[in-house]
């Protein structure tokens, strides 16, 4: 029985872990991946082009550290978890079973890709999951963005900033149309292909040739870059029928990282508070992670081993509030 358990492997994940090591809680961590979506940029450049992200040196020292806390690591997927009485279970792939007081899903989300047989070749998995994170790094380059989602509308402003040439592929499904976008069509650098779809891609590592056709009209674009920007998918379906999600399956979250289920915390990506960037998601999984904290301090301080159910009393009032963990955030 742990006090804590933390699903996933990303930035959100792996801060929580490391805030609960230091409170010294007893958790673990289940994950298939440790350091999630952050081990895709190692491939940006190329092996004799790498470039260093001070986020990525932040994750690094992360993982290092609580790959130093094994008796804290479980490498697994969870696929099933279920609310009993006043705590979660959790059941593994391996058929583990874990139970713990409090839960902590980061999950991430994964990103939509293109459905062509050169895309996963030619297009790194980095470049289709966060224009933002790497955006600065394309400096004077050509560059083609597929997809206009608010979150590649954001990337496009970024974008215009440094690069020679930003080309839109917008499909007409996205949000070129709204004032932002509007905006960003204006910008002397950035050229839109409205009803354009991404028909193939060739070329190498450091050139590559988008083929876009909308109807009889086809045009060869050559960038050094192409970033995706299709959408995210959520990784929330095994604790979907525990709390409310929003209508793309994002979890919904208070400022707090509380989830509609009471000890359900969430963070990162797979929330409606998406991040996004590195250091966000590391800065979101510790909060989520000292939320989940004061509702075990105030389990540990009114009922001490016991649960509500089990103490056969009211909630002590702790100050003016009859709601403990609130009581614990304010006193921080």
């Known amino acids: 029985m742990y006090d804590l358990i933390i699903i996933g492997g990303g930035p959100a994940a792996v801060s929580a872990a ?57 490498r697994d997927r969870a696929v099933k978890i279920i609310k009993r009485d006043h705590t979660f279970v959790v059941e593994t792939a391996t058929h583990d079973i874990l139970e713990a007081t409090v839960l902590l899903i980061a999950t ?79 910008q002397p650098n950035v050229e839109v292909l409205e009803g354009y779809e991404v028909s193939d891609i060739q070329g190498n590592e450091t050139t590559k040739e988008l083929v876009v056709a909308s109807g009889g009209c086809v045009h060869h674009l050559q960038v050094e870059r ?25 979890i919904l979250v208070n400022e707090h990282h509380e989830t509609t289920m009471p000890g359900l915390y969430a963070a990162g990506d797979v929330t409606t508070m998406r991040s996004e960037q590195v250091v966000v998601s590391i800065g979101d999984g510790a909060r989520a992670a000292a939320r989940a904290y004061d509702y075990l301090l105030a389990q540990w301080l009114v009922f001490g081993s016991l649960l509500p159910s089990e103490a056969g009393q009211a909630p002590m009032v702790i100050g003016e509030s009859t709601n403990p963990v609130i009581d614990m955030a304010a006193a921080r």
């Not at 030619?122 to 997809?147: E, F, K, M």
């Open 18 to 74: 490391c805030y609960a090591l230091e409170k010294r809680i007893n958790f673990v961590m289940l994950f298939e991946e440790l350091g999630g979506q952050v081990g895709w940029a190692q491939s940006f450049w190329g092996p004799q082009q790498r470039q260093s992200l001070p986020s990525n040196e932040l994750m690094h020292v992360l993982t290092t550290r609580m790959s130093h806390a094994p008796e804290h690591l479980k």
């Open 108 to 186: 991430g989300a994964t990103p939509r890709t293109l459905a062509l047989p050169n895309a996963n070749r030619l297009l790194d998995p980095s470049l289709q999951y966060s224009i933002t994170t790497y955006a600065h790094l394309v400096a004077g380059q050509r560059v083609a963005v597929i997809g206009t989602t608010r979150r590649a509308l954001h990337g496009i402003a970024e974008l215009v900033r440094t690069a020679q040439r930003v080309y839109v592929i917008d499909s007409g499904r996205g949000n070129m149309a709204t004032p932002f976008g509007q905006t960003l069509r204006r």
């Open 226 to 250: 192409a970033f995706v920007s299709l959408g995210l998918i959520p990784n929330s379906e095994v604790v979907k029928p525990l709390i409310d999600t929003d209508r793309g399956g994002s």
